[in-house]
DNA sequence: ATCATAACGCTTTTT
DNA sequence: GCGTTATGAT
């Protein structure tokens, strides 16, 4: 057999070989797992098994290297070596001498970095490659843009001339400076909104103009908006760089900077990773994909993984661009696309290719199930947005009576102010829910004041959380010695605290200058027990030290305020125990760069409601969309240009694509928004899905945009008020209370104001019957205005519930 | 320094 | 309607 025979009957035979290994997947999947080299652009639709093919992908480059993917034989390698592989094919079994001569450099972990978006999509993607790949998965770089930069950053910025210990400002930071700065500069907070000039700073970091870059440009275009904005970009800037503090973008930006201007420092990252991927290509904005291929620049073996009907993060400067354009970026670039869903049944499905349909300029997608048709989707116009939220409830006690659980369901929403609605009616309906997302632990207040500490120990130069802790607790140091003594650090160009060390030198601070040197003392000696202590010690020893959590007193809102801080305190013990080398500075990247610490709690048996956003990447058996309304979802500001409609139908995409088997939308008559009662048309989107897969209580399609009577849950009849089945039809009234005199029939509570009559008379020691906890035992019951809070021992435990409304689920028994 | 009231702005979405 | 922040009174 001459050389070349042999090669291609041994590359052809290892090829096989590598992919009987991924003999679960389909075939488009396979393909995309071993084609290792190069560029590919891999367009996966929702629930396509998009992350199965990514952790697939990174096993195969671990085990085989480029061995699924190269025409490279080893010369060494003769007969004997091709009659291993051909036994092996014949036994069905790979033995380890045939895996070693299936393997064509296979790489080590650390050489691989999955990029993802959000820390929800880094946390399962580790989870399961460690479950795929067991020992080195952590090696592996599977973590978000921001985390990556900011552990190449805190590794090479030192070249730039910015310490490696830089402290990171997240988005209330940013906008605390610049509305200092905007004060300073004297510019009225009216004509410019802080957070429109941080929009507009961030759009320039994104076309990587720095301070000086968008000044020339602002002096170029004589807009005097666009100079004063240069002006307090200038002065921001500044500001960050004396504190040795970066924004979110800023960790980006400089990376790209870093990668760009350092050759020595880019080639050797370059050379480090051998394989980049990015999950959620769609969602990259400009600077991220010049980031990632920065990185790749090295191999270009650069595989993107994206969905462009799934972009829903234009308006963070995402560009949907980036996917549309990635085969004229890379040529030789390979397309596969993924359009099999594993996830949903065929009516969900085909609602869901209906609506996204509408969308031009996209790449032309259909995807397509072998599960059969399923439910139809099912919608809902109620009479109120709380009248919505309480058939929401009710719908999920139902299920659950019905042997399901909590947790197969998810209440998702446009905007997190719809939450409000929800948790009101989930709490008095009993069910147990998770709200994810929305107001976030770290925002709060007292756990601000104690990272402020943290922060300004692991790093004396952060002025913006010296200030916030300056004097707080309480140590007599006012405003007007905050004043002077920062004035004193920004002429003579040092940090704060570093001019309050020499308090005494200074004739303005002279009365403050003893409790200014105790406070500078105090950080000092901080700072000391955080390089000799455990990090919990230390946390302990802090709050100590500093009699923060003494001068919170304690008031009932105090005690809430300490359990915070203890629950920060258990941050740091599990940051502390999955770290391999904890350290301060460790832990604070941490909490920089993760919002929600709670999702290990999504493991409890409970209802998670989150945003659509939020939902991105997650799939329920049954998922209500609540809000199925003009100027909600799409909401009002993206009536204006096609592309924002285009983004929100996209959004409906995401958010129709998260049911497996049961779907329900639903809308209000009226709804209250900023305080008002609106009332507001159907959701267009609902107008998209064809009648075949929607089922609606009466009239099947063609429904008008305006609100209609025929759609209410509950309405008056023959000047009689009935309930209505949530299936259609009207039920029997419910049994007239127990009541010495006949009272009007029950009613779900569908206004503001409650029928003040109770709807079953409890006391302790009743018994009753509720249909998803079972029989239980009235324990306590205590009124509150016409209604009443009652505690009842059932045997999955003890429930507290609102009366009136836990009366549509109970009968005494 | 602490509390109370007034005023505002917020409803896109995340790192 | 709500939660945060600014302002002023004690």
Known sequence: ??????????????????????????????????????????????????????????????????GSDTAEVDPK??????????????????????????????????????????????????????KRIGTGAEDIWAMTFHSACVRILRRSIDVMGISPSFTIYDTADSLAVMKRVLRELNMDEKIFPPKQVLGYISRAKDEMLF??????????????????????????????????????????????KLLTDYPEVRERWQRQFKYVLVDEYQDTSVLQYRLASLLAGGTENICVVGD???????FRGATIENILSFEKRYRDTRVIKLEQNYRSTGHILEAANAVIKNNLGRKGKSLWTSAGEGDRLTFRMAESDEAEAAFVANEIVSGVASGMRWSDFAVLY???????????????????????????????????????????????ADDLRLLRIINNPPRGIGPTTVERLRDIAA???????????????????????????KFMELIMELRGLADSLPLDEFYEELLEKTGYVESLGDSDDALARVDNIRELKSNIVSYASSAERPTLGG??????????????EMNEDSVPMMTIHSAKGLEFPWVFIVGMEENLFPSARSMNTEEDMEEERRLCYVALTRAQRRLVLTAAKRRLMFGHTTANTVSRFLEEIPAEHLDMPAKRAGFTREPDPEYLDWEYREGRRQERDYTGGFVSQRRAPRTPRPSPPQTIRTTAHPPAQKTLELKPG?????????EGDVVAVTPTGGDAMITVRFAVGEKRLMLNAAAQFMVKV
């Open 77 to 130: 390698y003769g007969e004997r070596e091709l009659r291993v592989l051909e036994e092996s094919e014949k036994s069905g079994v790979l033995s380890p001498e045939a895996e070693a001569l299936c393997a064509v450099d296979p790489v080590e972990p650390w050489r691989v970095i999955a990029i993802t978006f959000t820390n929800k999509a880094a946390d399962e993607l580790k989870a399961r490659l460690s």
């Open 587 to 600: 832990f604070l990247d941490e909490i920089a760069l993760y919002t929600d610490l709670d999702s290990p």
């Open 1 to 66: 057999m001459v050389r070349t025979e042999f090669e291609e009957r041994f590359v052809s035979l290892r090829r096989g070989l590598i992919a009987r290994e991924f003999q679960e997947l389909n075939d488009k999947q396979r393909e995309a797992v071993l084609a290792t080299e190069g560029p590919l652009l891999l367009l996966a639709g929702a629930g396509s098994g998009k992350t199965t093919v990514l952790i697939n992908r990174v096993a195969n480059l671990i085990r085989f290297g480029r």
């Open 414 to 460: 446009r905007v997190n102010a719809q939450s409000n609605r929800l948790e009101y009616a989930f709490k008095r309906a009993a069910v147990p829910y998770k709200v994810i997302g929305g107001t976030r632990f770290f925002d709060r207040a007292e756990i601000k004041d104690v990272t402020s500490y943290l922060c300004v120990v692991h790093n004396p």
């Open 211 to 256: 301070a000086p870059d968008y000044t020339a440009e602002a002096e170029k275009s004589r807009d005097p908006r666009k100079k004063l904005i240069a002006r307090a970009y200038t002065e921001y800037s500044r500001r960050l760089l004396s504190s040795d503090a970066l924004d979110f973008d800023d960790l980006i930006l400089f990376t790209v």
């Open 308 to 314: 462009d009907d799934q972009s829903i993060y234009r």
């Open 766 to 774: 009743d018994r009753v019957r509720h249909r998803a906890f079972g």
């Open 491 to 517: 002429r003579e160009r040092r940090p704060i605290l570093d001019a309050a060390a020499d308090a005494a030198k200074y004739p303005e601070l002279k009365s403050a200058a003893g409790k200014l040197m």
